[in-house]
């Protein structure tokens, strides 16, 4: 828990505000009445089991898709009704790999560099201090279908921050990754913040991820945001030694109620586990 | 981790008002047209392949039809075929885009090009005007076919040019109609299915291989509404040496170029549904 606690409190309008926000496939609630806010220069974490609304949420917040219902502010703007002023304040790392397989490295980066209309003067240097940054100036001229999952990966945070977003959106961007990589993308996105004030907005299924990286987590289960807080808070608010395995496992375990100990709590993850 | 790179700037590209709109606009539609030029520069065997079914028409389709009498009002049958395999060519080549769009959507690459900030209708100019790229390229072949075969084809400059608009609007039309089916149908089975029953009528129902007036009155009437036969008209004006129009370039041209503002429209509006 290297990153600072000056991030915490909450204090002025949130850079990410969702009031009530849901979405609905036909019959299922991907997401269910989120209220959410997300400070400037904050890392927020979501976690929350598969279709738990995760994935969902972002792509509302990056107006890929409009909500059902509710209402949400990115950067100030309205999702629905400003979709493109919100476009030009954020980056997006999708769940898929989204990199151009069929292109090089550095043509993937020139393409986002043109899309987010950087200044033609600056575009050699972004794309060149991206690919330092990410380590990737030698692969810059090969086509990204050699690439290994980590660099691709690499290469979609280069393609995301190359406009220097206010926020970054990243939808388990280290899945796949080896432990090095994945190591490698947490130092990334704390650059960032550190450098650019970017404010992240990331998910992950690793518990040691969002406990590390993050500043605050909101936990998703079945659409509906269930807990929110720093990890020390949930983790503090579960017993002593808790871990976030445990907070994960109450929060989404049916059958555990509030008067079960944590260690039994631990017992019901690993069989929900089992059973996903 | 030390970096060359100014401190923070998102003051400059956050205010596009800075940037003149329509150079702003050019440059997103660039973006998109010139990834989709160097994925055929890193890997051109696909103009070649698409080679392969004009010269099948041209050399087994148009050598037996030219023994049928009367179908040609008296010209020779190879020469009025080969405007018609030109603008099939341009027709196979631009269809593949609909399905293109769907498999960059399930890739992810969709994704990125639509958190952009770039205006939709960009995205989808950028698009066709790649496919223009494909469908010139596709005409030097079908030109050196058809001089091979003895085909008396006019190197006039104004014809060559006249020609190049034709092809360029035309595939960009098809292209269009294409990502605007792939919008309706998201996937590639039923994108397969239903490219194939479109492709066919759109083919035949025009003045492609045989004349309009050969044509029994309901197909007439159908012919007339095709776009491809406004195109194949075009065609058969400037690539041969004292070709003739039937409705009158101008028209030609009016009627492209409307049929393709319209569908540009309507697929801007239906892009985002790919993702959505
Ligand atoms: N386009 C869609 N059409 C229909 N249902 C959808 C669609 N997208 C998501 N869903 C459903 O919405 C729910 C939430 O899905 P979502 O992808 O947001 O979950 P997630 O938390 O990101 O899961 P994962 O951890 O597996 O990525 C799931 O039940 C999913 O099946
Ligand atoms: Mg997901």
Redesign the interface.
């Known amino acids: 828990m290297a990153v600072s606690d000056t991030c915490r409190e909450p204090k002025g309008p949130g850079i990410i505000e969702t009031r009530a926000l849901t979405r609905q496939f036909g019959e299922i609630l991907a997401v269910d009445g989120v209220s959410l806010e997300v400070q400037p220069h904050e890392i927020f974490g979501l976690i929350g089991p598969n279709g738990a609304g995760k994935s969902t949420l972002i ?1 509302m917040l ?5 909500p059902s219902s509710g209402a949400a502010r990115v950067a100030g703007y309205d999702v629905e009704r400003q979709p ?1 002023k919100v ?6 790392v ?11 490295a550095y ?1 993937n980066l ?3 560099a ?6 033609r003067s ?1 575009r050699e ?1 972004r794309i060149a ?1 991206a690919l330092k ?1 990410m380590g990737l100036e030698d692969a810059a001229s090969r ?1 990204v279908d050699g690439f290994s999952g980590g660099m691709i990966r690499r290469l979609e945070i280069a ?1 995301s921050m190359i ?2 977003p ?1 926020i970054l959106f990243m939808d388990e961007p280290t899945v796949g990754l080896d432990p090095v990589a994945r190591h490698a993308v947490w130092g990334h996105v704390r ?1 960032l913040r550190e ?3 970017t404010t992240i907005l990331i998910t992950t299924h690793l518990m040691d991820e969002a406990d590390e990286l993050c500043d605050r987590i909101g936990v998703l289960h079945a659409g509906r945001l269930e807990e929110v807080g720093s990890p020390a808070e949930l983790k503090g608010r579960m017993g002593p030694d808790a871990t976030l395995e445990d907070v994960f496992a109450h929060v989404t375990g049916t059958e555990i109620t509030s008067g079960g100990s944590y260690r039994d709590v631990r017992q019901t993850r690993a069989s929900a586990r089992a059973h996903s | ?1 030390t ?3 100014p ?4 003051a ?3 205010e ?1 008002a800075i ?1 003149a709109p329509i150079a ?1 606009y050019i ?2 539609v ?3 047209a ?2 989709e030029i ?2 055929l520069r ?2 051109p065997s696909e103009l070649l392949t698409r080679a392969l079914q004009p010269a099948i028409w041209l050399l087994l389709f148009g050598q037996v039809m030219a023994q049928v009498r009367g179908i040609a009002d008296g010209g020779r049958y190879l020469d009025f075929l080969a405007p018609g395999i030109l603008a099939q060519s341009v027709l196979f080549a631009a269809i593949f885009y609909g399905i293109a769009a769907i498999w960059e959507r399930d ?3 969709l ?9 939709r209708s960009a995205l989808v100019l950028g698009k066709a005007g790649s496919s223009g790229v494909r469908g010139l390229s596709q005409a030097v072949i079908v030109y050196g076919l058809a001089v091979l075969m003895g085909i008396d084809v006019s190197f006039a400059p104004a014809h060559i040019a006249g020609v190049a608009l034709f092809i360029a609007i035309g595939s960009a039309l098809f292209s269009t109609f294409s990502l605007i089916i792939a919008c309706i149908v998201k996937t590639r089975e039923r994108f397969m299915g239903i490219g194939q029953v479109l492709t066919m009528p759109i083919f035949f129902a025009s003045n492609a291989i045989y004349p309009i007036e050969l044509m029994p009155g309901w197909l007439k009437a159908i012919s007339s509404a095709n776009p491809l036969t406004y195109e194949v008209d075009g065609l058969r004006t400037l690539m041969l040496t004292g070709g003739t129009t039937k409705y009158g370039l101008g028209f030609d041209y009016a009627v492209l170029i409307a049929v393709t503002a319209g569908l540009v429209a309507i697929a801007a509006r239906m892009y ?1 549904r790919l ?2």
């Open positions: 792509k990056t107006t890929l898709l409009p493109a476009r030009t304040h954020i980056g997006y999708p769940q898929l790999l989204s990199a151009d397989g069929a292109l090089t043509e020139l393409v986002s043109r899309l987010y209309l950087v200044p600056e240097a201090s940054l086509l393609q406009h220097e206010e650059r450098r650019l004030g | 981790m970096s060359d790179r401190a923070p700037a998102h400059p590209i956050h596009p940037v702003g440059t997103q660039y973006a998109v010139d990834a160097q994925k890193h890997d890739l992810g690459v994704h990125r090009y639509m958190v952009s900030p770039a205006p985002p993702t959505g």
